[in-house]
Structure formats: C-alpha cells, structure tokens
C-alpha cells in the first residue's frame, strides 16, 4: 500500500484513473511562477509596442496636417520662405477701360460702331457699339505690322515668295525670288496698304500662310481681343476675318509702342530706293488726316465692298495721344476728326 502511494506521489500509473488529489473547496490551481513572467514579459512588450505605434501614428499626422494646411492657409506671422506653387495663369493686360457714363455721351456719326480712347491711360472717352464684330478690312495688318516688327530685324532680307505676288486686288508690284529689305516692305504694307507686302512679310515671319494666320490669332487672344478672328494677314477676304471698335482702338495703342510702327505711320510720304530696274518707289500715305488735322500720326486705313470704309486714325497735342476707331462709315475722315476733336476735350 506504502508502494502504490509512492507511486501514485511520483505520478506513475498502471492504466487507470488516479485518484483525484484532494485540494480544499475554493483553492484555484497553483500557477507555475516560470509562466507568470513569460506573460508579464509578452503583454509589456504588446504595450510597449501599442504604445509606439500610437506615438508614430501622432507625429504622422501633425506632419500631414502641417504639410497641408501650409500652402492653403499661411500663418501670416511667419517668417518662413514660401512654398513653391505652380506658376499662375497671366491675365492679359488691360489695354481698355471706361466708364458707362461715357459711353452714352451725345454724338451721331455714320459708322457702324465707333471708338475714341486715350493711348495713354487706355481710357475710353466715347463709343458707339464697341464690341460689335465687323469686318475690317486692311486695317488687319496693324496686327500683320506687330508680329512682322517683333521677328524681322529692320535690314533682314526677304525673298518673295511667287505666291506673294499673286494675292488678290492691290499689290505694289513685288516681284516673285526678289530679295527686299524688311523695312521696305513695312512702308509698302502700312502707307501704300499692298496686299503683296503682306503676303510677304507674314511668310518670312512664319514660314506658311497658316502659321502666321496661327499667331495673328494667338496673339489677339494673349491681349485679350475678344472680339477678333484674323483670316488672312491682309484684310482683302472678309469671311472669319472680324474685329471690333473697341479691339482694334486696344491693338492700335500696343502697336504705337513700338518706335518702328509710329515712324512709318506718321509719314505722309516715303521716298523708298529700289532696285533695278525700279531705282525708287514713292508711297503716299492713304490716311487722308495725315497733313490735314494738326498733329495726326497715323495710323491705318482699309475698304472692301463688305466692311466698308474702316479707318483707324490717331492725333498727339501737348504730348497727349488719342486713338480713334470708325468702321462701315461712308463718312470715315470727317467722323475721324469728330472723334479726336472730342477725345482731346475730354479730361481723362
């Protein structure tokens, strides 16, 4: 019995049930101490880790929301270089302005829209129907004039092209693969308004007719002419070549920037030498202000049985230049000078 008992100390069995060890009612089972520590050890790690994630997790999105709330909503205290952004969308300048009390000034004039502003404020004095869009004729090639000036050097030889010396109505007389001076064909394009000059010019700037044609229409937009659609660089086709009052008086006053542009406008006559067998060619200017209203300076004329007669005149007195604009008027100078009488009489 002394043996089975210190057997059944030592755990042995003989296949069956050991008699169950009598604890005392309410005592749990001893827990061995060595699996204790394992489970203190695993649930501070479990906390420690918790813990770090959490700690990671903060500064995370103190960082993002750092990162975001920095370029939208700077901290106007701050003395931190700023955040590089994309570059932003340039508004065109604001070549015009007026005010509409202006606008509704008393004055009946034969054209079909009507302009007068200041070239040196862009301010508007008067106009009648500003932003109607008309055909205009060859008053297109002050933006034909702009581009050509900006891309050809005064002295740079151009070959005409034999296409040049075909376009349609007026033409000077280019010869097809003769070489001319850019500056030659600027007083052929302005005073004597040849439409072979145009052809010309708007091929050596662009290298085609639909490049220019391109750039003409780029151009009016980058000055926020919205009103203007070019089809041509001369103005002799009328369909989709389109302007305004209100446009060509905004493109008149960038192109007077330019010192080239105002000295051949201005001119009432131009003595050109020419080679042989044509030695010399004369162009009188066919703005009839210029040498008949004091202090008239330019700046272009135009006509076809659609747009009627156009005409962009421009005056300077006591340093003070004024633009005006008349289109489809059969009264063209006289409203012309009607309009710059007025601009001048005008405070701006």
């Known amino acids: 019995m002394r043996r089975l008992q210190d057997f059944r100390r030592r755990g042995g069995t003989f296949g069956f049930v ?4 009598r604890v005392p009612p309410g005592v749990l089972t001893p827990v061995v101490r060595r699996g204790r520590r394992r489970g203190r050890a695993r649930l501070a790690a479990f906390v420690l880790v918790a813990v770090a994630a959490a700690a990671v997790a903060v500064v995370v999105s103190r960082m993002h929301s750092s990162a975001r709330a920095t370029p939208e909503a700077p901290s106007r205290h ?3 270089a ?6 932003k969308t340039v508004r065109p300048e604001r070549l015009l302005w ?3 009390s202006l606008v509704s000034a008393p004055l009946s004039l034969s054209a079909r829209a009507a302009i007068v502003a200041d070239a040196g404020t862009g301010q508007v004095l008067w106009a009648q129907r500003p932003h109607r869009r008309l ?3 060859s008053t297109t090639k002050i933006m034909t004039a702009l581009l050509a000036l900006r891309a050809l050097p005064r002295d740079a030889l151009v070959t005409v092209p034999p296409a040049a010396t075909r376009v349609p109505l007026v033409r000077e007389g280019l010869r097809p693969h003769e070489r001319v001076r850019a500056w030659k064909l600027f ?4 005073l004597f308004s040849g439409n072979d000059d145009a052809a010309a010019l708007a091929l050596a700037t662009a290298g085609s007719h639909g490049a220019f044609v391109a750039r003409m229409n780029a151009e009016a937009r980058a000055l926020g002419l919205r009103d203007s659609h070019f089809s041509t660089p001369s103005g002799v086709i009328d369909q989709d070549n389109y302007s305004s009052a209100w446009d060509l008086a905004a493109l008149t006053r960038v192109a007077l920037r330019d010192a080239r542009f105002r000295t051949i406008v201005r001119k009432r006559i131009a003595h050109i030498p020419w080679s042989a067998p044509t030695f010399e060619k004369v162009y009188v200017n066919k703005n009839p202000l210029i040498g008949t209203y004091r202090g008239a300076d ?3 004329t135009g006509w076809t049985t659609l747009a009627g007669h156009c005409l962009v005149a421009s005056a300077t007195r006591g340093g003070r230049t004024v633009i005006a604009v008349v289109l489809h008027d059969a009264n063209a100078p006289a409203d012309a000078r009607r309009l710059l009488n007025l601009g001048f009489r005008t405070p701006t």
């Open 298 to 300: 330019g700046v272009k």
């Open 187 to 190: 007083y052929g394009l302005l």
């Open 78 to 80: 701050s003395a931190a």
């Open 98 to 100: 007026t005010r509409s």
């Open 82 to 87: 700023p955040v590089a952004t994309a570059p």
């Open 135 to 137: 055909p205009v004729a």
């Open 18 to 21: 050991a008699e169950e060890p």
